[in-house]
């Protein structure tokens, strides 16, 4: 904060003396490029992938073009099929009231199903317009084991005479990870939990399952070297909001190369914990199952460079600023722009105890 | 032949044999002239004064104290004593014994430094490539901004230096980045040399002596950055009679006072700067009552210099300087409120206040020792200290029916660095052909790069309701760095035009536990046609261990140095330099010079990082990457006459590379100040003993900067697309050229005693709109109606600097 209040300040001071001229910046309004993006699994078969195309000063939708998939050199499809294509448009508060703040883009579906090691084309033809990406989906992590175990983690604030503790219950997930050999891996941890409840009444047992999820959780890393891959880690940093975290949760195996290593990330317990209240009126008997799903994706290295170009740009915003090295965009997308991923996907479940609730 | 005659006969020859021999020997002793070459009027020491035997062609000239050392087989010689700007003084001595001779030269004649001998540190008679010996008086005599001379935007006008953000004092040499100048005041490095965000230098032109700048083949007793050395030198102080300069100009005032304490033993000499606003902040204060508001900086230079014997001089030198600004508002008022039946009276006070300050503390204390005619040493040490401390705060009071609620919040933070250094040097001259030069250096280096703590203080009536400190970072972190170096060069003659400078600089560096060692070697030769042609070739390996986190373009107080750690390793340089020159025209010289330079460990902000100077984390938000820069440099300067200058151009090219991927995708980019052509010209002309005019014009292409080429869907972390700017590659807009025009004119006026200096200049006299930012400007456009039409795409630039006139009054007396 007060680097921004010293810099504007001084800047300010030399802004206000100074003036203002436009340069000849030459630019063609209609050099538009094809936009493919998309984040495709093993473990999904539907796809879906989001096609725009780019221009200087905007983005538009791309509807009506052919989007295919090629497996192995064979189309999977005869064609694809788009899901019918959607325009989100929202708007924004501009000087003379609301202007559209376009967030165009064309959303095509497509159902397939990739292994390790099959080659995936994605192709996208409008016109005259061709982009294609290929990509050889990566061999998967292997999970090995997990465990868990409750701890208190806290964090630290300092003050003069006394140390303030903020302290906050994490279940802690110990994972031993397996790295794909003979290649340099990239990876995404994923974990998510489901929640399935079983209600019973004096009459009836089980007369209702409700199942929730699976739903993404966060979690914290505090300071295990391979999930937070060079990122801060964002706990009790003074310059936390300055310093880019792992949002995307990407690492890579160049601490594991080959070999086997454990990693550790907490969750805090409330996402475990289970509130039956709002169940009580209608049951009096409530059986609550919990399931913790981990599960790596294992994608090419383009890909995880651009989940690490999205973590600057998360932190710093999605313009070019002044104070802030530009992010220079991957792209694996050949007579166009965007990225296409195609990820190898192992899980693991951990399954909690049983919870039940008497009224 | 009997044996008799033959033994007188073998003893004449025997007797003839020694005789021969002890003459031989006689004729060969070999004697020493040294001493000080001194300015007769002030007693000033003049650095690269000449001494020359013309006969035999032997000469020799004084080193940066104004010693010299010749030594030349015993003789009676005439001895030509000169110096630029000195009439030549011719001294005939039968020297029969090493003799002590110090000369005073009296200013006069204005002489063509071709006329000097060779072993000089710089310029063409120097061995050494890319050394430039820039005199105070050039400095003084150029047009510069609101009329303040400044020792570095003199040295951006010469070739292979770049200014970098355009009016600014930052220097770029040689595709080098602004932190690998090495720049020393008596050669204590000052870590931050700017004011007004380097709008201006620190340096006060009336307190300099010289200023030698080193580009190319490094000499060996430099070390610590790569890219070049500025070597300051302030004056001792008048040995004769006390002299003092008073300056009005538009931005500031300033004061020079020197004279002796005991004549021709003990002087002194004291310079002070100062913003106007400075002097005026009472009054400020006072019209601006509720809303204070005041930036000013000043500089305070201080020398004694005290000369002992022949053989020992001492000097104790300090540099004070400071930027400050400061922000106070106080507000306060009252009033009643009705809540229904409720009345209620309140009063409230409240005050917010900012103040900010940083600059150098340089303090000195130097010894010179002549052991005998042949062993010269100087012994330095020094401390230096960069401190930046900042403090925001607020307090508010309320009173609400007569119950008082006070809070205060004050916040802290601080960073800076100091050194502590004790530094040898030693001149050897075992015969006229070699001066020999070796010594060594220590620094302790102590980093402290940001410390912030606050206080947060509420009470509500007799109850203390929150009373806390809070330290935001380890109060006590810092960073040490022990830097030491040793090093040894021989400047040699082999025959009659070929000169040879060896050299070798060691140095280490240890933090965090780990010692990094460099080995650079330096050689430099210069082969002399003896028809004012000479040809040079050089190399150096240069190495560096502190990098400055920078911000902006500018120079900014919360800019940090911060030291190399055991991850990120030393920046090194391999510079190949060769170079062709004439003098053969007297009062001209021209010269051109062509280099190539590898850096290594070069260290750029990675991609999407922020750059504010925060250290925090600072080694992740950085990677090591590799550059080059390759250019020539044509100069060519008038030395002498009415008419003095130079120009210079410069074609180069630099770029970076970082290997891994993290910066632009690993490709090769331009850097930030690659800047293909450069060109400056420079003129000073003296009418006569009362007119004279300068000019200044200088041309730049453009150096780069990043904008975004369109508008881009993308993936978020989580999963749904968004827009964003989409960038190429890094650095991938070519900022248009800057060029301008200075021009000066000087009214001098004598007086009883000295003479009064009108200066009348314009800075950018044609008014060119050259930019200092370039940015890339999206915004919604609407037709006449006030309709949204869409969105509308203009790169824009900002000039802070225009057409700006100056007057500036000098006094000296």
């Keep these: 904060m007060r680097k921004y209040l010293i810099f504007s300040i001084l800047l300010t001071a030399l802004v206000s003396v100074a003036c203002e001229n436009t340069i000849k910046y030459e630019y063609d309004l209609n050099d538009g490029k094809m936009t493919l993006l998309g984040q495709l699994s093993t473990a999904d078969t539907t796809h879906t992938i989001f096609l725009s195309i780019s221009y200087p000063d905007r983005i538009d939708s791309l509807p009506g073009a052919t989007v295919e998939c090629f497996v192995n050199g064979s189309r999977t499809l005869a064609r694809s099929i788009p899901a019918g294509y959607r325009e989100e448009t929202d708007w924004m508060t501009g000087e003379t009231g609301l202007v559209p703040n376009h967030l165009p883009y064309t959303e095509y579906k497509f159902e397939a199903i990739f292994k390790p090691g099959d080659k995936v084309r994605i192709e996208a033809t409008k016109g005259q317009m061709n982009a294609w990406a290929e990509i050889v989906v990566p061999q998967p992590i292997t999970l090995i084991a997990a465990d868990t175990v409750t701890v208190v983690k806290s964090s630290v604030y300092q003050s003069v005479g006394e140390t303030e503790t903020y302290e906050q219950e994490y279940v802690e997930f110990t994972v031993r990870l397996s790295d794909a050999k003979g290649m340099d891996s990239y990876y995404s941890m994923n974990p998510k939990t489901s929640t399935v409840i079983k209600l019973s009444s004096e009459n009836e047992e089980d007369f209702s399952t409700i199942s929730q999820g699976p739903s993404s959780v966060s979690y914290e890393t505090f300071h295990d070297l391979i999930l937070e891959d060079g990122y801060s880690s964002g706990m009790g940093d003074l310059f936390e909001d300055l310093v880019p975290v792992n949002y995307t949760r990407c690492f890579s195996d160049k601490m594991f190369r080959d070999s086997e290593a454990t990693v550790r990330l907490y969750i805090p317990t409330y996402y475990f914990r289970f509130y039956p209240y709002e169940y009580y009126y209608i049951a009096n008997k409530i059986v609550v199952d919990k399931t913790f799903h981990l599960s790596v994706k294992s994608f090419d290295r383009d890909f995880y460079n651009y989940l690490r170009a999205m973590n600057n740009m998360q932190c710093y915003g999605y313009e070019v600023s002044p104070i802030i090295e530009p992010t220079m965009l991957p792209s694996n997308v050949t007579g166009g722009l965007g990225i296409i991923s195609v990820a190898s996907e192992s899980g693991i479940d951990i399954a909690f105890p049983t919870e039940v609730f008497y009224r | 032949m009997s044996i008799t005659k033959l033994r007188w006969k073998t003893a004449r020859a025997a007797l003839m044999l020694a005789l021969f021999i002890s003459v031989s020997a006689a004729a060969q002793k070999k004697v020493t002239i040294s001493g000080h070459i001194t300015d007769i009027a002030s007693g000033e020491t003049l650095i690269g004064a000449g001494i020359l035997e013309k006969e035999s062609g032997l000469g020799a000239v004084t080193n940066n104290f104004g010693y010299y050392t010749l030594t030349i087989p015993a003789g009676e010689y005439d001895f030509h004593f000169s110096y630029v700007g000195y009439s030549e003084k011719v ?628 999963g749904y697309v968004t827009d964003a700017q989409y960038v190429d590659h890094r650095n991938n807009f070519r900022i248009p050229p800057s060029h301008r025009l200075n021009i000066g004119c000087n009214l001098h006026k004598e007086r009883r005693r000295g003479e009064s200096i009108w200066n009348l200049s314009v800075y950018n006299a044609y008014n060119r709109m050259n930019p200092n930012f370039v940015f890339m400007d999206y915004g919604p456009d609407y037709d006449n109606n006030g309709n949204y039409t869409g969105t509308s795409l203009k790169m824009k630039k900002i000039t802070i600097l225009p057409l700006l006139p100056s007057v500036s009054w000098t006094r000296n007396f």
């Design chain 2, 91 to 718: 001294m005939r001595i039968d020297m029969r014994r090493d003799t002590v001779v110090n000369v005073a030269l009296e200013a006069g004649e204005t002489l063509s430094s071709s006329h000097i001998v060779a072993r000089k540190d710089a310029g063409i008679q120097s061995t050494y490539l890319g050394a430039i010996d820039i005199p105070a008086a050039q400095i003084k005599n150029t047009p510069v901004l609101f009329g303040e001379a400044d020792v570095l935007k003199v040295l951006q006008m010469m070739p292979g230096v770049q200014g970098g953000n355009e009016g600014f004092s930052g220097i770029y040499v040689r595709g080098g980045g602004p932190d690998e100048n090495l720049i020393m005041l008596d050669g204590v490095p000052i870590y931050n040399v700017d004011h007004m965000l380097g709008i201006f230098s620190v340096f006060q032109p009336e307190a300099v002596k010289k200023v030698t700048l080193y580009k190319g083949s490094f000499p060996a007793r430099y070390g610590g950055r790569i890219s070049s050395i500025v070597d300051i030198r302030t004056n001792d102080g008048n040995m004769k009679e006390n002299h003092g300069t008073v300056s009005i100009g538009l931005i500031s005032d300033k004061l020079h006072l020197e004279g002796p304490i005991i004549k021709d033993k003990l002087a002194y000499s004291v310079s002070a700067r100062g913003m106007h606003t400075a002097l005026y902040a009472p009054v400020i204060k006072m019209v601006l009552k509720d809303a204070y508001a005041n930036y000013y900086f000043y500089d305070l230079n201080g020398k004694v210099t005290w000369r002992l014997s022949d053989r020992d001089r001492f000097y104790f030198g300090a540099y004070h300087g400071r930027d400050r600004f400061v922000y106070d508002e106080k507000n306060e008022g009252e009033g009643t409120e009705t809540f229904g039946a409720q009345t209620t009276h309140h009063k409230y006070k409240d005050r917010t206040d900012v103040g900010v300050h940083w600059g150098n503390t340089v303090g000195s204390a130097r010894w010179n020792h002549v052991f005998n005619s042949k062993l010269f040493a100087n012994t330095t040490l020094s401390y230096n200290r960069y401190r930046m401390v900042m403090g925001a705060g607020s307090a508010e009071t309320d009173i609400v029916d007569g119950v008082t609620t006070t809070s205060r919040y004050h916040l802290d933070y601080h960073s800076g660095i100091r050194d502590f250094g004790i530094r040898t040097d030693f001149d050897y001259t075992p015969s006229p052909k070699h001066l020999v030069k070796f010594g060594s250096e220590y620094l302790w280096h102590t980093f402290i790069p940001e410390r912030m703590s606050a206080v947060d203080r509420e009470v509500n009536g007799a109850e203390i309701q929150v009373d806390t400190t809070i330290h935001f970072a380890d109060p006590k972190k810092k960073y040490l760095g022990h830097e030491l170096s040793f090093y040894a060069e021989d400047d040699f003659s082999v025959g009659e035009h070929l000169t040879v400078n060896p050299g070798v600089h060691l140095s280490m560096f240890n933090t965090e536990g780990r010692t990094y060692w460099s080995l650079q070697p330096r050689v430099s030769a210069k082969f002399s046609t003896g028809t004012g042609y000479s040809f040079k070739a050089g190399y150096a390996r240069m190495a560096q261990y502190v990098h400055l986190l920078s911000s902006a373009q500018i120079s900014l107080p919360v800019d940090l140095w911060v030291p190399i750690t055991k991850d990120i390793r030393p920046v090194t340089s391999d510079q190949f330099s060769v170079g062709a020159y004439y003098d053969g025209i007297k009062g001209w010289e021209f010269s051109v010079e062509a280099y190539l330079k590898n850096m290594r460990n070069i260290l750029e902000y990675k991609d999407g990082t922020l750059m504010l100077g925060t250290s925090e984390g600072w080694e992740k938000r950085v990677e090591m990457g590799e550059g080059t820069a390759k250019g020539i440099e044509f100069l060519v300067q008038k030395t002498a006459g009415k008419t003095t200058g130079w120009l210079a151009y410069t074609l180069a090219k630099t770029d970076r590379i970082f290997p891994d991927g993290s910066i632009n995708n690993g490709e090769r980019f331009p850097y930030k100040y690659d800047r293909r052509h450069c060109i400056d010209l420079s003129v000073d002309h003296r009418f006569n003993k009362k007119w004279g005019i300068n000019a200044t014009w200088s041309f730049a292409t453009g150096g780069t900067t990043t904008v975004p080429v369109r508008q881009v869907a993308v993936l978020s972390p989580y």
